[in-house]
């Protein structure tokens, strides 16, 4: 009886091991599950919050761009009225890209980028600033060619190279707020005279690096691309060669 007693005693401890290895096992399987849910559950709640303020960023940018297109359109007849002179000394009647004029009313140099006869319109490079303007708001200027960068063009750019980074970070941006901070920032380093600047775009879905490729090729201070190899950021990062 006693043996008999002890084969029973050993099963039901088995047994109960077994119940209990399986009640863990199931235990865990409810816990991992419900784990899973849960991370589902904060990453949709994350991808809808992110969402919706990337839309109402959207909406505040799309309104400041139209606040800003009205004050401009306000603004322009009193900046045309204090460029162009009410009475010209002597009407321009032809330029050509590349010459080199005074604007009247501002005592300001630059230099002709294109010309539409037609209108009698010149668009002129001033410093780093281009300018629209008409025929009779200018004068034909003679210069030395060793000369042709003029002494404010110069400081602009001196000021400029000092504080100009070679690199430009838009990690955490979306495609449009890229493309207004990089196409500044291309503007800024090739004034400044830099030959390479690095784009950080990181790695993510690719869509933010797709897009800048595309403003890059179309940019015209821009030579040249590239990825990045392997110490300068690799594929988180685009290498650009300026004109």
Not at 156 to 171: A, F, Q
């Given at each position: 009886l006693k043996i008999e007693y002890d084969e029973k005693l050993e099963k039901f401890?088995?047994?109960?091991?077994?119940?209990?290895?399986?009640?863990?096992?199931?235990?865990f399987r409810i816990t991992r599950q419900a784990k899973?849910?849960?991370?589902?559950?904060?990453?949709?709640?994350?991808?809808?919050?992110?969402?919706?303020?990337?839309?109402?960023?959207?909406?505040?940018?799309?309104?400041?761009?139209?606040?800003l297109t009205s004050t401009m359109g306000s603004l322009q007849p009193t900046v045309k009225s204090m460029i162009v002179p009410k009475v010209a000394s002597k009407e321009i009647t032809?330029?050509?890209?590349?010459?080199?004029?005074?604007?009247?009313?501002?005592n300001q140099e630059g230099t002709v980028v294109s010309v539409d006869k037609n209108k009698k319109e010149a668009v002129?490079?001033?410093?780093?600033?281009?300018?629209?303007?008409?025929?009779?708001?200018?004068?034909?200027?003679?210069?030395?060619?060793?000369?042709t960068v003029t002494k404010s063009t110069r400081n602009?750019?001196?000021?400029?190279?000092?504080?100009?980074?070679?690199?430009?970070?838009?990690?955490g941006m979306n495609l449009e707020e890229a493309t207004m901070e990089v196409e500044k920032y291309l503007d800024d380093a090739y004034v400044a005279g830099l030959e390479n600047v690095t784009i950080i775009h990181g790695i993510g879905t690719g869509v933010l690096k797709s897009g800048l490729q595309d403003i890059l090729r179309r940019n015209r201070h821009v030579k040249s691309q590239r990825a990045g190899q392997y110490?300068?950021?690799?594929?988180?990062?685009?290498?650009?060669?300026l004109k």
């Open positions: 401890a088995n047994q109960k091991e077994k119940m209990l290895e399986q009640a863990r096992q199931e235990a899973e849910e849960v991370d589902n559950i904060i990453k949709e709640l994350r991808r809808l919050e992110e969402e919706r303020a990337s839309k109402e960023k959207n909406q505040q940018i799309e309104a400041l761009r139209k606040e032809d330029l050509k890209a590349g010459e080199d004029v005074r604007v009247i009313t501002l002129v490079q001033i410093g780093i600033m281009k300018m629209t303007l008409p025929f009779k708001s200018l004068q034909k200027v003679k210069k030395d060619v060793k000369k602009i750019i001196k000021s400029k190279s000092g504080n100009v980074k070679s690199e430009v970070d838009l990690r110490g300068e950021g690799g594929a988180g990062v685009t290498i650009v060669t």
